[in-house]
């Protein structure tokens, strides 16, 4: 099924003005700027989160000017934190394709995110919306800070669901919880409805997250990093977290604190990658994803009244749960 294509159906008019209006953010003059930004033009994806935010703003009355300024202000500020994160990661690749540190240098990417940092400022002043310049403002403290939190739990022996849930809300979930509460407060939602929005937006943001972290398991070139790039990271994943919980095999539970130590070799990752697949890791994570799942449900019988939005909104959650990259 072509979930997309039915995620899109209620918005593609407003989803063009809205990629002309993006387009536009990432455009300069001055040439090495505009190398770079053209560097990451091409590798935009498949605009998850605006279409949240432009179907919320319809499901709750239209999509007006607000809604298209704080989508590409959104929009903007999550690219600034991937550019600054590839950084942070000493990643090479993202979406199949160099990173602009990989392609450029580090100081480069600093820059040219803070560039983009910026400038997603700039098109949220332009909502003219209080409440709106404070939701994004306080969604890039939450992005930093969950940075942060996950470095320090690198270091942090302990391997919990707890901490992993903790550092995901405060990156991914974060994010789609501030489309979702920026949409229905764009189209006039009661303070209600914001909220319940906000939930729905983290609870679709932890089944995105678990999805990308079962990518970790599987060689894809199409995923644009290596199996087990997590581990060689330092950072345990929900599969690997629950079976390391739950077993009595010691050697595993040493290699899971080599992990952490940053001491693990590539034929351990391996080991360990193996083990979580053969002892239910990969089964556990799906079963989570389904429960938030229902959960999210909930909200879309509460909440959503309009045939089509509703109809979009489930074929977004089948999406990110099916997808395959």
């Known amino acids: ?20 209006l993006f387009n536009q953010s990432l455009t300069h003059t001055d040439g090495l700027l505009s190398q770079v930004l053209s560097h990451i033009s091409k590798r935009q994806g498949k605009r998850m989160r605006p279409m949240l935010i432009l179907l919320m703003a319809k499901n709750f009355g239209n999509v007006n000017n607000m809604a298209q300024y704080a989508a590409v202000g959104l ?15 000493e990643s090479t690749e993202r979406r199949g394709q160099s990173s602009v540190n990989a392609s450029y240098s580090n100081q480069v990417a600093v820059l040219v995110g803070d560039y983009l940092l910026s400038t997603a400022l700039l098109s949220v002043a332009r909502t003219n919306n209080l409440t709106i310049v404070e939701i994004l403002s306080e969604l890039g403290r939450t992005l930093a800070s969950g ?4 470095l320090s739990n690198i270091d942090n022996q302990e391997i919990s669901e707890a901490v992993y849930y903790d550092v995901i809300r405060q990156k991914t979930a974060a994010l789609f919880e501030a489309c ?36 970790d398991y599987y060689e894809s070139s199409e995923i644009g990093k290596p ?9 345990l994943t929900l599969p690997v977290i629950h079976v390391v919980n739950n077993t009595s095999d010691a050697h595993i539970k040493d290699l899971a604190v080599k992990v952490k130590r940053h001491e693990i070799t590539p ?26 799942k229902n959960q999210a449900l909930t909200f879309i019988d509460q909440y959503i009244q309009k045939p089509d939005i509703k109809e979009s909104l489930i074929a977004y959650i089948n999406y990110v749960i099916q997808r395959n990259k």
């Open 147 to 150: 940075e942060i939190l996950q």
């Open 267 to 292: 034929p351990e990752i391996a080991e360990l990658v193996a083990y979580t697949k053969q002892h239910g890791g990969i089964e556990y994570a799906e079963k989570m994803m389904y429960e938030f």
């Open 227 to 235: 199996t087990g790039n997590d581990m060689a990271e330092g950072k």
């Open 1 to 20: 099924m072509d979930y997309l294509s039915l995620i899109k159906k209620p918005i593609q008019n407003e989803l063009d003005d809205f990629v002309a």
């Open 75 to 89: 929009e903007l500020l999550h690219t600034a934190s991937l550019v600054h994160d590839d950084v942070v990661d």
């Open 180 to 215: 979702c509460a920026v949409g229905a407060l764009s189209a006039g939602a009661d303070d209600i409805a914001i909220q319940a929005a906000r939930n729905f937006g983290s609870t679709l943001g932890i089944i995105f997250q678990i999805r990308d972290d079962i990518f």
